[in-house]
């Protein structure tokens, strides 16, 4: 397995944990794929796009919404998976962000099938992957430790 992954294709991604605050509490964005899994809007880097410029262009992209403000790194994750017989190493940058409005809208086109804003304890029940539920803690202690909410 490990020449395998020695050989796997690489792929390098960006993402968005977005958060509003609604009356004092911290609402994540969580957006469900054409598998029906939860998670965040990410995607690939274009050309030589910086990880937090796609982050931004990609939640843009797949919910219609505008960011705020970017708030810092939260965590990079990697993951191998199968696409077409292939295996392909994806590394993917996540960045903290406030939404600047609240009404998502789901890219229908590239597979989003829902969007759903939801306090911390619910959206890490519902995320689909543990890589995914460790970076929306480490998301939600930097918004907690920052005092963006109350």
């Not at 050989?7 to 969580?30: C, D, K, N, T, W």
């Not at 843009?60 to 810092?72: H, K, N, P, S, Y």
């Not at 017989?85 to 600047?100: P, Q, T």
């Not at 029940?125 to 939600?140: D, I």
Request: charged share 30%; net charge negative.
């Amino acid at each position: 397995m490990a020449r395998a992954r020695a050989r796997a294709h690489q792929e390098r991604s960006a993402g968005g944990i977005v958060y509003r605050i609604e009356e004092g509490v911290p609402l994540f964005l969580l957006i469900r794929d054409s598998y029906q899994n939860w998670g965040f809007p990410k995607g690939h880097l274009e050309g030589e796009e910086h990880a937090e410029a796609a982050a931004v262009r990609e939640v843009a992209e797949e919910t219609g919404l505008a960011i705020r403000d970017v708030r810092g790194e939260v965590e990079t994750i990697d993951w191998y998976f199968r696409f077409h017989g292939r295996l392909i190493h994806k590394v993917c940058a996540f960045f903290l962000m406030e939404s600047a409005d609240g009404d998502p809208s789901p890219q229908h086109d590239e597979g989003i099938t829902a969007c759903r804003w939801l306090p911390y304890d619910e959206a890490a029940r519902l995320v689909s992957y543990a890589n995914a539920r460790r970076v929306l803690e480490r998301a939600h202690a930097m918004v907690m430790a920052r005092g963006l909410a109350t």
